[in-house]
């Protein structure tokens, strides 16, 4: 298929790349046009404007945010006014469920089709075309998109001819996602402090009851600390839990681990958090424990000098005997 491709970030630039290598056509457009040119050079055409990356017989967004979409949709010379009738906006960007639904009115009345198509797995996982697919949208128009989906993921998941539900079920995962990251730094700062060897309780966990694959990976972050390089960065984890709260206030449905969230990723934030992936709120009980000796969290201040922390040892060990 021609394909126009719009968002090239941590996630956008693996996903066109997986259309190439499946033999499609692809145009790829970003605001900041440098970073096309590892696609260019994969096999794909720059193309200068939304409008151009519209010539297509769909057009899929992968950006940052409802701001990101609506500019590159609604403006002048965006989507709507660029987008021949009967082609299709596939919108993978995780956005809130109001956008979603007036996307779908708007490509509707504009006689294109809407397909929210929001994934799951990061950046490596987009790289690789093994990405989860969450898709919601007319089946006719569905069916036509299958072999994209099928180039960018590892399985699709149609959940409803209601766009907008593809676009719930991926912010109620990622809020999931969010609450095992708080959980699991807690269960880490607690037994880290008892001085279990953190490393050694992870493989207990992800060898027994929590075997998942969000436990493997958000555990191995947080032992290691490693809170860089971005694979989803902490404002867009932020933005997440808005988005799940607005809907959740907008359906009157109270979730008050998600205002938790919230208030934990302000705190990220507000600590200078923004460069940061979205992981390191898993850092956050380490802190508030008096443990900020690690090179995670340097941005909270400096890790105290080895007498200080041969003290603090001795002085926990003195608790526990
Ligand atoms: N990273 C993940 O693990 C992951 C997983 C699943 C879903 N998602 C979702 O996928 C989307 C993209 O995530 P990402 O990690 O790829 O983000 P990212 O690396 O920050 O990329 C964001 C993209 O949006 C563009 N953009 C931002 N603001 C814009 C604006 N006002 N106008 C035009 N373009 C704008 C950026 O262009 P520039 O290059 O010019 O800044 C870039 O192409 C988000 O909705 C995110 O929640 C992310």
């Given at each position: 298929?021609?394909?126009g491709f719009i968002g090239l970030g941590h996630m956008g630039t693996g996903m066109a790349a997986s259309l190439l290598k499946a033999g499609h056509e692809v145009g790829v457009y970003n605001r900041t046009p440098t970073?096309?040119?590892?696609?260019?050079?994969?096999g794909a055409k720059a193309v200068a404007s939304v409008s151009d990356a519209c010539r297509s017989d769909a057009v899929i967004t992968m950006l940052a945010n409802d701001d990101a979409v609506e500019g590159i949709v609604f403006g002048e010379d965006g989507i709507i006014d660029s987008l021949p009738v009967g082609a299709t906006h596939i919108s993978s960007s995780t956005i809130s469920v109001a956008l979603s639904e007036r996307l779908a009115a708007a490509h509707a009345k504009a006689g294109q089709r809407f397909i929210a198509a929001p994934v799951f797995g990061r950046p490596d996982v987009a790289a690789e075309g093994k990405l989860f697919v969450v898709a919601g949208g007319a089946p006719d128009a569905i069916e036509a998109a299958a072999s994209l989906?099928?180039?960018?993921?590892?399985?699709?998941?149609?959940v409803s001819d209601r766009p907008q539900a593809?676009?719930?079920v991926k912010l109620s995962g990622?809020?999931?996602?969010?609450?095992?990251?708080?959980?699991?730094?807690?269960?880490?700062?607690l037994v880290g402090k008892g001085g279990v060897d953190q490393r050694e309780y992870l493989d207990i966990l992800?060898?027994?009851?929590?075997?998942?694959?969000?436990?493997?990976?958000?555990?191995?972050l947080i032992v290691d600390r490693k809170?860089?390089?971005?694979?989803?960065?902490?404002?867009?984890?932020?933005?997440?839990?808005?988005l799940t709260l607005a809907a959740a206030e907008d359906l009157r449905v109270p979730m008050p681990l998600a205002s938790l969230l919230r208030d934990r990723f302000l705190t990220l934030l507000a600590h200078g958090g923004d460069t940061l992936d979205w992981s390191a709120i898993g850092q956050l009980a380490a802190k508030d424990a008096g443990e900020v000796g690690n090179g995670g969290l340097r941005h909270f201040g400096p890790p105290p000098s080895p007498p200080l922390?041969?003290?603090?040892?001795?002085?926990?060990?003195?608790e526990l005997r």
């Open positions: 298929m021609k394909i970073k096309a040119d590892k696609l260019v050079a994969q989906f099928a180039a960018i993921g590892q399985k699709t998941f149609v593809a676009n719930l990622n809020f999931l996602i969010a609450s095992v990251i708080e959980a699991l730094g807690e269960a880490m700062a992800t060898s027994t009851l929590f075997t998942a694959p969000v436990y493997k990976t958000y555990g191995g809170v860089e390089p971005v694979g989803f960065a902490a404002p867009l984890g932020h933005k997440d839990i808005r922390r041969r003290e603090a040892q001795n002085l926990m060990q003195g």
